[in-house]
Structures are given as C-alpha cells and as structure tokens.
C-alpha cells in the first residue's frame, strides 16, 4: 500500500489530504482519497489591540486532530505509510521547559513590529538597522519569529527557559509526543536562520540580546521525526518533520521545478521560482526548498484578504444602507462579485487599483489606492475587476525583480490556491501579465498535498520531493484560450 495523509495548518482553514501513489493516472480514479477542512476559528480577539493577531493553539492543533481521525477512518493502520505536516509560516508560540505553550500562538499577520521601538525606528526598523550594522543577510518581518521574540524580549515579555515553536512544529510533537524540532524552511522563516550554513545566525541573535536557546533544534528536511503516539487509531505510523507552507504549496503543484514559476493565492499571495543557488535581490525573499536549492519568493500580503475587504465593504453597504444582514454564506457574496467583474471589459475601463490595503512586508505604510474613477467605470463591478487586475500586475512586479536578478527563463505557469482556482477572472488577469496559459493542478489543497508527499520522501517512498511530485502532479485540462 502507499497511502499518506497531508496536514496544512492554515490561517484561514485547516485541511487533510489522503493519497494513495499507487492511484495515479489509473482511469476514472483519483490519488486524492479523501480531502476535508475546517474553518480555522481559533483566532482570539485582544481588546484594545486592533494589531496583534494571537490565535488559541490548543483549539488549532484539537481542530487537525480531530480531521486527521476523520480523514484516516476505516482506513486500516497498517494501509497508511506516513503522516506529513505543513502551515502557516514566520509565526511562533512560547512553550514552557516541559514544551506546552505559556503563550498564544502569535501569527504571521501579527503588526506589533511596526510599534515604535526607539526614537524614530519600529521595532523592525530596530532588527533590520542590527543586521546591516553586522552585514547580516538576516531580514525580519512584523510578524516574523525574529522580531516578535525581539519585541517579547524588550517588552519584558520573554520568560527564561522558554523556547519558540512554529505551529505546525508542534502539532508534530503532540502525534509523536516528542520534543519540538523544526526544519530549515520553517527555520528560514523567522528571519533569524543562516541559510547558507543552515543554523541559526548566532551573531545577529546576539546583537539582538536573543539566546540561541530561545529557538529550536533543527532537523533534516523530510527526515522522519517521530511516529504517531498521541492517536491510538494511528500509532506507529511515522510522522516528518514539518515544513513550510509556501515549500509545500510548490512542491505540491509544480511538476518540473526549474522549468516553472508557481503563482499561489491564498490568504495572501506569492510568486514562487526554483533556483539552484542564491540569488540575492532586496524586494525578494531567498528561502530554502525541500530538496537541494531554493525558492526565489515574491511574497505580497495582498491576495485573498485584500478581495475579501471589497466584499466587507460591499456587506457594510448592504447592512447600513439597505438594511441587509450580511449574508452568513460568504462564497455567495464572492460568486456575485466574479459575475461582476468577469462582464467588465479588461483594463476596467480606465479603473486602476494598488490592492495593498495593510501595507507590504517591505512598505509597512502603504496603502491601497484606486485611480481613474469616472463616472462610466464606478461600480462594484470596475472596482471587482481592477482590484483582481491588481493583484495580477503585483505579481507582474516581482516576476520583473526576479528577471532582473538573473532569473533564468520558465516555460510553465502553475497556478494554486483557492483564490486563483475559484476566480476565472483573476486567472485571465495573470494569464495577460504573463503571456500564457495557467496550468492548475487537478487536485486541491497543494499546500497538504505537499506535506504528504515529504512524508513519501521520508520514509524513502522516493528519493527527493522532486521526484515525488513528478510522479504525483496532473493538471487539469485547458478549458478556453484567450489571446495575449
């Protein structure tokens, strides 16, 4: 049997993949056995604190629990090769010397960074101005392990004896009821990981009055971390090491890595490409993938959120105006908005939109920005459409930055997430920056797809993830083509 089971504890959901390798182009029959998801509803309101963004762990991890019983019911035990792990990255809670959390979980969408640390500078600021004094190519985000460990730190906040952990880190200790490890492309999302040596950067951490004990151990990338203690239905079943939801999401949609640029919008939004060595460009990330090399990331904060303030604004209109209750079902809301936008001619007649309603990893202070309003193009609609067409031109943006630094040319365009698959009119938006066709993959959640195809690798299914997803990786079939 070659089933494995795939987890991607997100932001907005929280999903489960059951695979079977042996499955693949069998007809009429698809490797992806089972999938579900949940709402992730474990975010917690702080009063007065509008910023943060703390999330109940415990409630996180009971949620993929209770889907990972779910998911693998009747499915005999000795039928389930592995269990691989992915989610949200950057983010971090404390755990106490016997590593259960004594803090919230405290998000990658987390602002208190950009509070003013000292004199003029932001915390961030403050991170960012030590690293260059020490010629680090270290670069924390608000949000980012680094800097939120920074301002616990500084704010009195950052007991001794505690250790930060990346969520999806530990719901791998709590299967295999183990000590929390990491690997490198979660490590690398703290903002605080040498990646070319592949440890933590001591001296920057040291600057920043930060013990390196403050920070986990760091493992192998798919490499076998443990196996199942925690779920009797499930025991001994290994379990990888997690890894990053932006490694996973490309690892489980692009079927030829150095041919393929992968576009992903979820929550947010990124723009990812393989390349073989560094690449150094300040408006990109360079993050480690699961095999040898790295991604070169374009990772924008605008995508599903930026869309999904459209649609509150549209709902507030409803319900001060008209009176109208917002309508619980929020894909109804989504689905009346692609309509709209999909009967507006492209360039929205003269409408332009800047989606960066929070700001950007890079300009914290940028704003959104809509320009060339007239009396013709002011309707939901236009603003649907230039918003999407936005979110298109932003990711036009980084692919010239990743051209400009040496990117060498792709022949593939790999589209995933939920925002590009559901919305016809953001496809053919990015389709018309690029000057090609968007392939997608047959099956969804990518980013758990991902996760399990690591364990494959783990437990020596296949030798590298790349081949793993050669094996795995269809799209779907070209349903129109337009001219670019």
Not at 191 to 210: A, E, R, Y
Not at 261 to 269: A, P
Not at 413 to 430: A, E
């Amino acid at each position: 049997m070659s089933k494995f089971v795939g987890i991607d504890l997100g932001t907005t959901s929280i999903s489960t993949v059951l695979i079977d390798l042996n499955m693949v182009d069998l007809p009429n029959r698809s490797p992806v056995l089972r999938q579900l998801s949940v709402n992730n509803d474990s975010q917690i309101d702080i009063a007065g604190q509008p910023n943060y963004s703390e999330w109940d762990l415990d409630r996180m991890i009971g949620l993929a629990l209770n889907l990972l019983g779910d998911i693998t019911t009747g499915i005999p035990n000795r039928e389930i090769k592995g269990i691989g792990v992915t989610g949200q990255m950057h983010g971090m809670v404390l755990l106490d010397k016997n590593y259960q959390p004594c803090s919230n979980f405290i998000g990658w969408q987390d602002k208190r960074g950009h509070e003013i640390h000292s004199g003029n500078l932001t915390y961030v600021q403050r991170v960012r101005s030590v690293a260059n004094s020490i010629q680090s190519s270290s670069l924390p985000s608000a949000g980012y392990m680094g800097t939120t460990l920074f301002w616990l730190s500084e704010n009195g906040r950052l007991p001794a004896n505690t250790q930060a952990c990346f969520a999806p880190d530990y719901l791998v200790s709590q299967l295999c009821q183990s000590i929390p490890t990491t690997d490198r492309t979660n490590a690398a999302s703290s903002g605080c990981f040498n990646i070319t040596n592949n440890s933590w950067n001591t001296d920057f951490l040291k600057s920043l009055n930060l013990p390196t004990t403050h920070f986990p151990f760091v493992s192998e990338n798919c490499s076998v971390a443990g196996t199942v203690k925690k779920l009797d239905s499930l025991g001994g079943i290994p379990v990888s090491v997690a890894c990053g939801d932006n490694q996973a999401s490309f690892a489980g949609s692009v079927d030829d890595p150095k041919n393929s640029i992968l576009v992903n919008v979820g929550t947010g939004g990124q723009i990812s490409a393989f390349v073989p060595n560094l690449h150094q460009n300040e408006s990109l990330d360079i993050r480690p993938f699961l095999s040898d090399g790295y991604l070169l990331v374009g990772a924008g904060l605008c995508g599903g959120r930026s869309y999904r303030s459209l649609k509150h604004f549209v709902q507030q209109i409803g319900q001060s105006v008209f009176g109208i209750e917002p309508n619980q079902n929020a894909s109804d809301l989504y689905l009346i908005l692609n309509q709209l936008a999909d009967c507006i001619p492209i360039k929205s007649e003269g409408l332009r939109c800047e989606p960066i309603f929070g700001g950007s990893r890079k300009q914290p202070d940028r704003r959104g920005i809509w320009s060339g309003i007239s009396e013709t193009n002011f309707t939901i609609g236009h603003f649907a459409r230039s918003l999407l067409e936005g979110i298109a031109n932003e990711f036009d943006v980084f692919h010239q930055q990743m051209k400009n630094s040496g990117l060498s040319e792709r022949t593939k365009l790999v589209g995933s997430g939920n925002g590009i698959r559901r919305n016809k009119v953001l496809q053919n938006s990015i389709e018309s920056k690029f000057a090609t066709s968007i392939s997608i993959p047959m099956h969804t959640e990518e980013a758990a797809v991902g996760a399990a195809l690591s364990a494959s690798v783990a437990i020596g299914y296949f030798e590298t993830i790349v081949n793993a997803g050669k094996h795995f990786i269809r799209y779907q079939p070209k349903q129109y083509k337009d001219e670019y």
